[in-house]
C-alpha cells in the first residue's frame, strides 16, 4: 500500500499585496523521498517552499488561498500551532546562517528554547547525534566550544543542517542550499540529502537541473507562478509530458 503524502496542496494561491505569485499549484510531496522544485529565477519556487512552513507569514501585506494539509490537517487553519509547525518543517537557507556562537549552543538553541531535554547530558546527546546525522561530529567533534562562524561554508551549512535535525523535524525544506558552496561542500550536502531521506521528507529548491536530476526522486517544473508538470524525476528528465518541460529542460527556454 502507498503511504499517504505529507503534503497535500490544493488550488493554492498566494499573493504579495495584489501580486498573484502562485496560482492553482496542486501537488502532493510523498514522504521520505526528495522532492525538487525547478524552474527559472523568480517562477515562484521559494515563495511556495516558503508556504510550507509559514515563512511567508513574515512578509507584511501577503495572503493565501487554497489548502495546504499536513499529515490531514489545513496548516493555514486559525488553530494551528505555527512555532510547532516550524518544529515539524525545518528550513536550510540559500546562505549558511548559523549563529554568532558555539557549535554546541548552535546544534543545542532549538531543544533548549522547546524544552525538549531535561539534562545537560541529555543535550550533550541530542548535539553529538546531530552532528553525527549532519555528517560533521567526526570534523569537529574537538571544537564544540569554537564560534561556528569560524569554519567553512560548507561546514557552516552543515552545522546549520544539524541544528535543523535537533529539534526533530519530519519535513526538511532546503532552499538552494548548496548555492553558496565550492562542488566539493556541494558533493557532501548531497551525498547528506541522500542519506536523510530514509528517515525525513525533504524539498529542495534547486537553479542547477544536473543537481534535481542527482538527488531527487520527484521533480515539480515552476513557471510563471504556475507548477507546470510533476511527477517521478527520471520520467520528467526523459519524457516530460509538456512541451514546456522539454524546452526548458533542454535549454531553449529559461
Not at 541530542?126 to 561530529?137: G, N
Not at 567533534?141 to 523535524?169: H, T, Y
Request: charged share 25%.
Amino acid at each position: 500500500m502507498t503511504e499517504a503524502p505529507v503534503f497535500i496542496v490544493r488550488d493554492l494561491d498566494f499573493y504579495y499585496s495584489e501580486k498573484l505569485a502562485l496560482s492553482k499549484i496542486n501537488i502532493d510531496i510523498p514522504p521520505r523521498q526528495v522532492t525538487a522544485l525547478i524552474g527559472p529565477s523568480g517562477c515562484g519556487k521559494t515563495t511556495f517552499m516558503r508556504c510550507l512552513n509559514r515563512m511567508n507569514d513574515t512578509i507584511p501585506r501577503t495572503r493565501i488561498q487554497g489548502q495546504i494539509l499536513l499529515e490531514g490537517k489545513d496548516i493555514y487553519s486559525p488553530d494551528y500551532n505555527v512555532a510547532e509547525l516550524r518544529q515539524r518543517v525545518g528550513m536550510v537557507f540559500q546562505k549558511p546562517n548559523p549563529f554568532p556562537q558555539s557549535v554546541y549552543d548552535n546544534v543545542a538553541f532549538g531543544p533548549r528554547v522547546l524544552g525538549l531535554v531535561q539534562s545537560k547530558s541529555q543535550l550533550d546527546d541530542i548535539v553529538e547525534k546531530s552532528l553525527r546525522d549532519a555528517v560533521l561530529w567526526d570534523e569537529i567533534k574537538d571544537d564544540l566550544k569554537a564560534n561556528a562562524l569560524g569554519f567553512s561554508l560548507g561546514q557552516q551549512q552543515r552545522i546549520c543542517i544539524a541544528r535543523v535535525l535537533a529539534v526533530k523535524p519530519e519535513v526538511i525544506l532546503f532552499d538552494e542550499s548548496t548555492s553558496a558552496l565550492d562542488p566539493i561542500a556541494t558533493g557532501h550536502i548531497e551525498d547528506l540529502i541522500a542519506d536523510l531521506k530514509k528517515q525525513y521528507t525533504i524539498v529542495i529548491v534547486t537553479h542547477n537541473m544536473q543537481q534535481a536530476g542527482r538527488v531527487s526522486d520527484f521533480t515539480g517544473l515552476f513557471w510563471l507562478g504556475e507548477l507546470v508538470e510533476f511527477g517521478a524525476t527520471v520520467r520528467l528528465f526523459t519524457r516530460p509530458e509538456k512541451e514546456l518541460t522539454e524546452a526548458y529542460l533542454t535549454g531553449k527556454m529559461g
